[in-house]
């Protein structure tokens, strides 16, 4: 019996169907591992093509065994930021400490990646584009799952039957308000929102982050190479969201210059940029929280199903870890809801350890009192004449990804790993 002959596990004797909404780091991770386990994969993207550059994400910990697995770590590490340098600047834009950044993130210098959005999600995409079917601008429609499969419908026209569908769309995942209900249901506001944009780079920075603090208010400039652009991030705290900014880049604009209005340093200059931008990001900080994240025979990946929040930098690694424990799940069970169950039971507690990195308003890096930045101004000043650590946080590599036995229907030569 040939490999794909024992994959046949539905009637008529083909391979079993997976459909992926987004194709960002979740989706494109996914899709991976499933075509090795023998499944036939289609990644369905609204973006007319895959996105480049970004801001910087970082790999670390378990995440780090996933990519070396996929075989791309090397294509990673020439793609490594290795940022310099991390400095804070008080109200007047003195400085406040300078440090090397995986002290702040307690991260592992020489071990972790930091990476462009983009360039991950482009290693991930070409480690699979041949061997998988992509739908750029296009979306899934509706959703109608049955005994036998779930029913799609397309945006651009045309529905075909998938045996399963996940969502791999992003913390406003669709796939997730089709099936589980609205985002309210999930959404756990951390207390802060933000504008992302890029400027000119008219401030000398290379490979380096500067953050201006004030209590509740931050700017940061995060200069990726010695490029001619920076990202600019404007934070600030507000005890509810502020809900009529949403989908008003407006208001949105207005919502932040009223903020930042007496605020000295760079943040004018920052703000006349943000006004003309053409890439403005504007959201609250959330994570999404799910009591499950399987409903019959659709699930859900990475920050559709549990966004920890940029402030714990875990997001693309959950994505990884994630994406590996539900195709290993679904290889080794022949049963859909056995192995979403698999996956939940095994992955959780992992997920739970990293979205606790941070809690509602507490965020090291934006302190919200006068007080509180007081204190976080000595303890990085502390952190500055103390060596840099050798191991990570205990939350990053809390999980020892399991070697998947895929079921008598998969030979493990297809597994690689
Ligand atoms: C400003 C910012 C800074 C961040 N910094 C860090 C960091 O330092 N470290 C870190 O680890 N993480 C960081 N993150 C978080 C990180 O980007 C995410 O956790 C990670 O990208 C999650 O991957 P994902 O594939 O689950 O979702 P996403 O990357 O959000 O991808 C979702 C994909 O789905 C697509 N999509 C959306 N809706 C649909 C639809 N209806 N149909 C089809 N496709 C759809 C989107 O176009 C996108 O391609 C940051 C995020 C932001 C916004």
Not at 32 to 51: D, P, Q
Not at 108 to 125: N, P, Q, S, T, Y
Not at 329 to 340: G, P
Request: hydrophobic share 45%.
């Amino acid at each position: 019996m040939t490999r794909t002959d024992e994959l046949r596990d539905v009637p008529g004797g083909r391979r079993r169907t997976v459909l992926i909404s987004g194709a960002s780091i979740a989706g494109p991770a996914l899709a991976f591992w499933l075509n090795r386990y023998g499944f036939a994969v289609t990644v369905v993207e609204k973006a007319g093509a895959l996105r480049d550059g970004g801001y910087p994400i970082d790999v670390r910990g378990t995440a780090l065994d996933v990519v070396r697995r996929m075989g791309i770590l090397p294509r990673l590490r020439d793609a490594h930021i290795d940022l310099r340098r991390l400095t804070f600047l008080d109200e007047g834009g003195a400085e406040v400490a300078s440090l090397a950044p995986h002290a702040v993130t307690g991260g592992v210098a020489g071990a972790d990646l930091e990476v462009r959005r983009g360039a991950l999600a482009d290693a991930l995409h070409s480690a699979v584009r041949d061997d998988v079917e992509f739908l750029f601008g296009d979306s899934i429609g509706t959703l109608d799952q049955h005994r036998h499969g779930v029913d799609v419908t397309f945006h651009r026209g045309g529905s075909r039957t998938f045996d399963l569908v996940v969502g791999a769309d992003g913390l406003h995942s669709h796939t997730r308000g089709l099936v589980f209900g609205a985002e309210e249901r999930f959404h756990r506001y951390l207390g802060y929102c933000f504008a992302g944009f890029t400027l000119p780079n008219t401030f000398g920075l290379v490979r380096e982050t500067t953050m201006w603090n004030a209590p509740g208010r931050a700017a940061v400039l995060y200069a990726v190479g010695d490029e001619d652009d920076v990202h600019g991030f404007l934070t600030f705290a507000r005890p509810q969201p502020p809900l009529h900014a949403f989908r008003n880049p407006e208001a949105q604009r207005g919502l932040v210059e009223g903020v930042f209005a007496d605020a000295e340093w760079e943040v004018p200059g920052m703000m006349a940029a943000m006004r003309t931008a053409d890439d403005l990001f504007f959201d609250v900080v959330s994570q999404i929280r799910m009591p499950r994240w399987a409903d019959g025979r659709v699930a859900l990946v990475g920050d559709a199903a549990y966004a920890p929040s940029f402030l714990t930098g875990q997001g693309s690694s959950l994505a990884l870890v994630g994406a590996y424990m539900l195709a290993g799940s679904l290889a080794a069970e022949r049963d859909h809801t056995a192995a979403f169950a698999a996956y939940e039971r095994d992955s959780r507690a992992f997920v739970t350890l990293n979205q606790d990195l941070v809690g509602t308003g507490d965020a090291l890096l934006f302190p919200t009192t006068a007080r509180a930045l007081e204190e976080r101004n000595a303890l990085l000043r502390g952190l500055a004449a103390t060596p840099p650590a050798v191991e990570g946080r205990p939350a990053h590599a809390a999980l020892a990804l399991p070697e998947f036995t895929p079921t008598a229907a998969l030979s493990s030569d297809r597994t690689g790993v």
